[in-house]
């Protein structure tokens, strides 16, 4: 009996991707995704404004802190966290609809939240991106015409903390050059689907079973 690539289908997974803001998480985890099949990204719920070009549903879902905060009483969310003064979290329902699809989930979301996720799902597979250097960043966060003196300032401060936290990420992407860092967020997302613990015990017994010589 051949082995062929459905008996090695793996089970889908989650994972994250985090970084200051800045770092480059849209720029980087959107073409990556282009590149990809069977994966979806999880679009976060927000209370902050949206910014010009961004639409209700595809980047954000925007809600105001009320419906927020009855969200999070209502058991809703997976994870959230208060960053930058807004509200963000992940709902429970969009990841396990997607993961019941059989699709991988990417979900883009602050240190805060991947650590409360990586609670719920230990398996979930974290890649943290990084700024080639402080004075990039602060570059990018003042290149944005939308931001204020004090929200780049308030930003730069999370930054510093949120890269204290890199340790707990099975990943780290400089995203220096940005098609490189495309490459590596695909490369790692195609090299985990490879492993041997997410074939599940029945995935195992039918390659198995295909050398077994009978």
Known sequence: MRVGSDDIATRPGLFIVSGPSGAGKTSVSRPALEKLDGI???VSTTTRKPRSGERDGV?????DRARFEEMV??????????????????????????????SDVLLDIDVQGALQLKDSYPQAVSIFLLPPSGQ??????????????????????????????LSAYDYVIVNDDLEHAVEKFVSIIVSERSRTGRLGSEGAAR????????
């Open 136 to 165: 990039a960043l602060q570059a990018r966060l003042t290149g944005r015409a939308s931001d204020s003196h004090d929200t780049v300032e308030e930003r730069l401060a999370n930054a510093r903390r949120e890269i204290a936290q």
């Open 73 to 102: 009483v209502a058991g809703e969310f997976a994870e959230h966290a208060n960053v930058h003064s807004n509200l963000y979290g992940t709902s429970k329902a969009d990841i396990e609809e997607i993961l019941e699809r059989g």
């Open 40 to 42: 979806e990204l999880s």
């Open 207 to 214: 390659i198995i079973k295909a050398f077994d010589g009978k």
């Open 59 to 63: 980047d954000y879902r925007f809600v």
